[in-house]
């Protein structure tokens, strides 16, 4: 149950990078 909780935490911290990744982009281009 602790490493299901860790594993779900980690793939909301990568959608969270690629989010504010392509954030990045899109105000980098206008």
């Known amino acids: ?14 959608g969270n990078l690629e989010a504010a990744k392509r954030g990045y982009e899109e105000v980098k281009q206008g």
């Open 1 to 14: 149950k602790k490493s299901f909780g860790k594993k779900f935490a980690q793939k909301i911290i990568d």
